[in-house]
C-alpha cells in the first residue's frame, strides 16, 4: 500500500497543475484569437469577391483591419499611377484618420513613407519619438502605430496603416502577420477591380467607337442616297452592291434588277476607254471627271461623266470602288449649239467687217476728195481774189457734205453697235447663265472680248472724250458705263478684281474726279449728252 503523499509533493502537483491549466487557457485563447483570424479574413475574403467599386472595397479593407487589430484608426495610402511626383495620399480613413484623409507624404517620411522605402511591414511602439515622424502637431495624439505594405512585387502599391491613440494600447507582431494577410487579400481585390474598371472602360471606349461607326455609316449612307448624281458600288469582281436613288431614277433600272449582278450599260464602243479607266484605277489612279456614254433601261444613250476612286478594308486591301455619274446630255447639246452659233456668229462678224471695211474705203476716198478741193480752194483764194466769196460758198457745201457723212457715219456705227448688243449680246448671256464648266466660260469670255475688239472701232465718239485712256481703260470705261460689276469687268476681261480696281483709279485720276463724291458711272455718261 503506498503512502499519501506530502504537502510538499501535493503542492509540487497542485502547482504543475496549475502551470498546465493556464499553458491550455492560453492555447485554447491562442486557438480563438486564430479563429477569429481566420473567421474575419474568410468574411473579408467573401465580402471583397463581388465588390468591384473601388471605395467599397477600401471600406470593407478598413473595416476588417479595424476588426483584427482591435482599433477603430485605421488609414490607406494609395500610390497614383498617372503621378510621379515622389508623393502618396491618404485616400481613405476611419477614425482619427477619417480628418486626415487627403494628407500627403514624401518618400521615406512618416508611416507611410518608410514602409514605401523598405516595403517591409514597421511597428513604432511610439510615434511621437519616433526620428522619422511627420512634425506635425495634428499627430501628437497618435502613439503605437504600425504600417503594412501593399505589396505588388515589383512595386508597392499602398499602405494600409493602423494606430492607437490610448497609450496603453499596443500591437504585436501577431497582428502584423494577421494583417499582412489581409493586405495581401486587399491588393488582389484592388487588382480585381481595377481589371474590371479597365474593361468597362474598354468597354464603353469600344461602345463609343461602334457608335461613331454607326453615326459615320449612316452619314455615309444619308449622302450617297440624298446626292442627285447617280452612285453605283461594285466590289473587286464587278458585281453592284449599292446603287442610290438618282441611279435607279436616271437609267431607269431598280436596285433588284443591278444588286448582286454586274450592270451592263457600256455601249460597244465606249468599251476600250472603260476598261482603259478601269485598269488605271487598279493601278491606284482616281478617275475624275472621265466623259463617255453610257445606255439607260429603256435603250437611250446619255452623255455622262464618271467619277471613280478605290475603298480599302480593315488591312488596307481594295474591297470595291465607288462611281459617280453625272449626266451631261443636256450640256453637251448646249455645246453643239453654241458651237453652231459661233460658226454663224463668225461669218456674220466677216460678213459686217467687210461692210465696215469697204464704208471705211469711201470715207477715206472721200476725206481725200476733200482735201484736194480745200487745197483746189485755198490756190483758187490766191490766183482768184475776185471769186472768193463764190470759193465760200462752195466750201460751206463742202462742209455741210461733210457734216453729213459724219452723221451716216455715226449712224452706221450706231446700227453697228445696236445690232451686236440686241442680236449677239442677249444670246452670249443666255449660255453665260447656263451649266458650263471652267473651260467653256473661259472660251465665251475670250469670245465676248474678241467681240469687243471687233466692234472697238465704232466706238470712237467715246474715246476721243476719254482723253488719254489706255485700250483697257477705254474697254474698262465702257463696261462701267454699261452698269457692270467690277467682278463682271474681271469676267469679261479675263482681269483680276484689283486690277479692274486699278483702272478705275487712272480713269477717276484722268478724269480729274479722284478723292471727289462724283459718280464715275454718271460722268462717264455724260459725254454722251
Known amino acids: 500500500m503506498s503512502a499519501e503523499p506530502t504537502y510538499d509533493e501535493l503542492r509540487h502537483m497542485v502547482d504543475s497543475l496549475s502551470r498546465r491549466s493556464e499553458k491550455l487557457a492560453r492555447a485554447e485563447k491562442a486557438v480563438q484569437q486564430q479563429n477569429r483570424y481566420l473567421t474575419i479574413l474568410h468574411e473579408t475574403s467573401l465580402g471583397l469577391i463581388n465588390k468591384l467599386d473601388k471605395t467599397q472595397l477600401l471600406e470593407t479593407i478598413l473595416k476588417s483591419a479595424s476588426a483584427l487589430a482591435r482599433t477603430d484608426h485605421v488609414f490607406i495610402y494609395l500610390k497614383d499611377k498617372k503621378s510621379d511626383d515622389g508623393h502618396i495620399r491618404i485616400c481613405q480613413g476611419t477614425g482619427f484618420f477619417k480628418q486626415q484623409v487627403g494628407r500627403r507624404t514624401r518618400f521615406g517620411e512618416g ?10 511591414p514597421i511597428l513604432i511602439n511610439d510615434y511621437e519619438t519616433w526620428e522619422n515622424r511627420i512634425p506635425d502637431p495634428d499627430l501628437n495624439d497618435l502613439h503605437c502605430v504600425m504600417g503594412i505594405p501593399l505589396d505588388a512585387g515589383q512595386s508597392i502599391r499602398g499602405i ?18 494577421i494583417l499582412s494577410r489581409l493586405a495581401t487579400l486587399a491588393l488582389l481585390a484592388l487588382e480585381k477591380a ?16 461602334e457608335a461613331l461607326i454607326r453615326e459615320s455609316e449612316q452619314r455615309y449612307l444619308n449622302l450617297l442616297e440624298s446626292s442627285p448624281d447617280p452612285i453605283v458600288v461594285y466590289n473587286m469582281e464587278g458585281v453592284a452592291t449599292y446603287v442610290n436613288p438618282a441611279f435607279e431614277q436616271t437609267f431607269g433600272l431598280t436596285r433588284d434588277e443591278l444588286l448582286g449582278k454586274h450592270v451592263d450599260f457600256v455601249p460597244p464602243e465606249a468599251w476600250p476607254e472603260t476598261k482603259a479607266a478601269i485598269d488605271a484605277m487598279l493601278n491606284g489612279k482616281k478617275i475624275n471627271l472621265f466623259e463617255t456614254r453610257r445606255f439607260t433601261k429603256d435603250g437611250r444613250l446619255l452623255d455622262v461623266q464618271i467619277s471613280s476612286t478605290l475603298y480599302l478594308d480593315q488591312s488596307g486591301k481594295p474591297s470595291g470602288n465607288i462611281v459617280t455619274l453625272r449626266d ?6 448646249a455645246e453643239r449649239v453654241l458651237y453652231n452659233y459661233q460658226n454663224q456668229l463668225e461669218e456674220l462678224v466677216e460678213e459686217r467687217t467687210g461692210e465696215l471695211g469697204r464704208a471705211n474705203s469711201k470715207l477715206g476716198i472721200e476725206i481725200e476728195e476733200r482735201k484736194r478741193a480745200e487745197k483746189a480752194l485755198r490756190q483758187r483764194e490766191k490766183e482768184q481774189q475776185a471769186q472768193a466769196q463764190h470759193l465760200e460758198e462752195v466750201n ?8 453729213q457723212r459724219e452723221i451716216d457715219k455715226t449712224e452706221l456705227q450706231e446700227n453697228v453697235l445696236s445690232n451686236v448688243k440686241e442680236l449677239v449680246t442677249p444670246y452670249l448671256n443666255k449660255i453665260k447663265k447656263a451649266r458650263l464648266g471652267t473651260r467653256h466660260l473661259t472660251m465665251l469670255s475670250i ?13 470712237n465718239k467715246l474715246s476721243t472724250k476719254y482723253f488719254n485712256f489706255t485700250p483697257t481703260e477705254i474697254k474698262v470705261a465702257n463696261l462701267i458705263k454699261e452698269g457692270h460689276t467690277n467682278k ?15 483702272h478705275r483709279h487712272n480713269i477717276r485720276t484722268k478724269l480729274k474726279i479722284k478723292n471727289t463724291r462724283t459718280n464715275l458711272r454718271s460722268r462717264l455718261l455724260s459725254f454722251d449728252q
Do not use: C
Not at 494600409?160 to 502577420?177: C, N, S, T, Y
Not at 451631261?328 to 447639246?333: A, P
Not at 460751206?396 to 457734216?403: C, D, G, R, S, Y
Open 111 to 120: 508611416i507611410g513613407g518608410t514602409v514605401w522605402q523598405t516595403g517591409r
Open 447 to 459: 469670245l465676248e472680248s474678241n467681240l469687243d475688239n471687233i466692234v472697238s472701232p465704232f466706238i
Open 396 to 403: 460751206t457745201a463742202l462742209k455741210v457734205l461733210i457734216k
Open 328 to 333: 451631261i446630255s443636256s450640256r453637251k447639246i
Open 160 to 177: 494600409m496603416g493602423l494606430a492607437h491613440i490610448k497609450p496603453e494600447k499596443r500591437f504585436d507582431q501577431d497582428d502584423v502577420m
Open 488 to 502: 463682271e469687268i474681271a469676267e469679261v476681261l479675263l482681269i483680276s478684281k484689283n486690277t479692274v480696281l486699278f
Open 194 to 209: 481595377e481589371l474590371y474598371a479597365n474593361a468597362r472602360r474598354e468597354l464603353e471606349e469600344r461602345r463609343k467607337a
